[in-house]
DNA sequence: ATGAAAGCGCTAACAA
DNA sequence: TTGTTAGCGCTTTCAT
């Protein structure tokens, strides 16, 4: 058992069969006799032969590997949905390559390495905010979009209901009886920012409250954007009763710079956010928040995917999923922790 | 350009050439005529032709993709460590195949796909913890471990001084005055935990403060297990005062524990972590912690395992990084935010 | 400087 | 049921 490997040539010498054989025995054939199998298994088990990925790849044209891109992997919303990604396709004996990409650039570049010199088999797009990034990807082969939809192709997407979850959000505010209730939001080139800044503006319209853009403060994600947005606030003196931050991040941001101000949280202040993230329940307060499933979503995408790829549904899908308010001391003295 | 891909071939034809010597112009071979290479380059456009990096590897052996296993994504500080390998690894055009294995089956099962099956050119282990893991990896194959070292095999490792790292946190807590400090562990059976607790223990001794194995609760480095490591103390009566967490999300555990009984921080109770987490700022009170560089970490964690597979440096090497002190008020009301 | 031939390790026809 | 013959798309000798 020198430097190099076994082939499927050496367990067929060993065997006595020729090299289809051992494919045959290998890819789980029936058209074996028993024994002539036994034979081979016995060989590869000498050998200690496994079959090369590579080159099985390269005779059946597909890789058996998809790809997820997403802007990091630090994010944990991001790492959560890759999670559930990976975890459906090693179920289907799939790869899944996770590489991310933070400029238009980089992401380019990485679906050129991926698609186009053909490395993997599919992809799956996190958070697409700008439409020119799937521009670039060549018609025909597979993807699929996760938070967010596709404007101008035909691409299936799985993401969160942004309005429904926004609107929700809300509306727990507006049944606590606040009226000045403050947003901030996500950057505004990204739909799911959009979405939920619709939500919230309808559930303010259908409960009679004025809708007030100087209440809307735009946001990176980060907690330092949720922390300056709730000091601006402070500094204009107009501080709200009520905040709905559109990410867990941006909130604990805004917990913070309430602390800092003296500001009491819930009595004076109440914050909502979106995510549910481990930590979330272990701030101070402990922050409500609307709780999505990530993994979910990254096994949902997964599924779609494959589906597409072994052509058992080519059909454009656009998949929503709700989240679920959990109602921490953030928002009410009676909340649970 | 029909459903398939121009090949090299298609290439060549159009080019009035050899397939070889499209080959030539594409690796960038010096042997080509200025002239012939125009041409080829203009087919390539024309036909719009990338190479196919699977026939590439097939012939060339070697597939340019490297995989890192962690525990899970998740993980703050892992994810951190795969970014930071990621880009060290694209900046040497490899590739970076991040999968997690949560169990040593999954873990085995994984390895078997990636190095048994020949998928990658390289492993990188993110905490290897139990000895039997690597058992499995078949020798000569180019591995770095990431947070631990390697006990029985001769595997280079990068790794946080973890002894340092607890001396200096005890250290910092020491410096204040306190002597009465309790320690909340990682799970036992990884290095790290033991040896973050015996610089805690040199510390300790050093200071001639008595070692005491009642103040060494085990946490599981999730936030609930520091929480009620805490709860804990308080329960048998016996609050020291002060905490070195050996991470940040049970540094938080303890603090929202604090927070639940009403004892306040620092005043009453200093705490310490390790980590600095982008959320360890924005907690009531901001955390202090010996900050590490995880990308950093990753980064030559990829480096080494580049130079093994390059046979440039073959030598088994352990490099330990350091960590910097972040104080804030966890600890001290004087510290930074 | 360029081309022809062989082969990487496998699978996919087809034949026997 | 098994073996034979061709490739998959590229790189690597070795000629020319």
Redesign the pocket.
């Given at each position: 058992m020198p430097n190099?490997?076994?082939?499927?040539?050496?367990?067929?010498r060993l065997a006595?069969?020729?090299?289809?054989?051992?494919?045959?025995v290998?890819?789980g054939?029936?058209?074996?006799?028993p024994?002539?199998?036994a034979n081979v298994e016995a060989a590869i088990k000498q050998l200690g032969?496994?079959?090369?990925a590579?080159?099985?790849s390269?005779?059946?044209?597909q890789t058996h590997t998809l790809a997820c891109i997403s802007p990091n992997l630090t994010d944990y919303t991001f790492a959560s949905v890759i999670e559930g990604a990976e975890t459906e396709a090693r179920q289907h004996d799939y790869f899944l390559l996770s590489s991310s990409a933070t400029d238009p650039k980089a992401f380019h570049a990485l679906v050129d390495e991926l698609v186009g010199h053909r490395r993997v088999d599919g992809l799956i797009v996190i958070n697409p905010y700008s439409d020119d990034r799937f521009q670039h990807i060549p018609e025909k082969f597979p993807v699929v979009f996760v938070g967010a939809q596709s404007h101008e192709q035909k691409i299936s997407s799985v993401c969160l209901d942004d309005e429904k979850v926004a609107y929700e959000a809300t509306r727990h505010l507006i049944s606590l009886g606040h009226k000045d209730i403050a947003l901030v939001t996500g950057p505004m080139e990204e739909d799911c920012s959009l979405d939920r800044t619709e939500g919230y503006r309808r559930a303010l319209q259908e409960a009679g409250i004025p809708f007030d853009d100087s209440k809307i403060i735009e946001g990176d994600w980060s907690a330092t954007s949720g922390q300056d947005a709730l000091l601006s606030f402070v500094e204009q003196g107009r501080v709200p009763t009520a905040v709905f931050a559109q990410n867990d991040r941006m909130a604990m941001g805004v917990l913070r710079a309430a602390r800092d101000v003296n500001i009491k949280v819930p009595t004076q202040l109440a914050v909502i956010g979106v995510d549910d993230m481990p930590l979330s329940s272990y701030f101070d307060p402990p922050l409500t928040t609307m709780r999505q499933d990530m993994p979910r979503i990254g096994q949902e995408a997964t599924r779609m995917l494959l589906d597409i790829i072994q052509k058992k549904n080519t059909d454009q899908r656009e998949v929503k999923l709700s989240a679920q308010l959990v109602v921490r001391q953030s928002t009410s003295d009676k909340g649970g922790d």
């Open positions: 190099s490997h076994p082939t499927l040539r050496d367990v067929a006595g069969v020729s090299h289809q054989t051992v494919s045959r290998i890819n054939s029936e058209d074996v006799l024994e002539t199998r032969y496994r079959p090369n590579i080159a099985r390269m005779a059946r044209g």
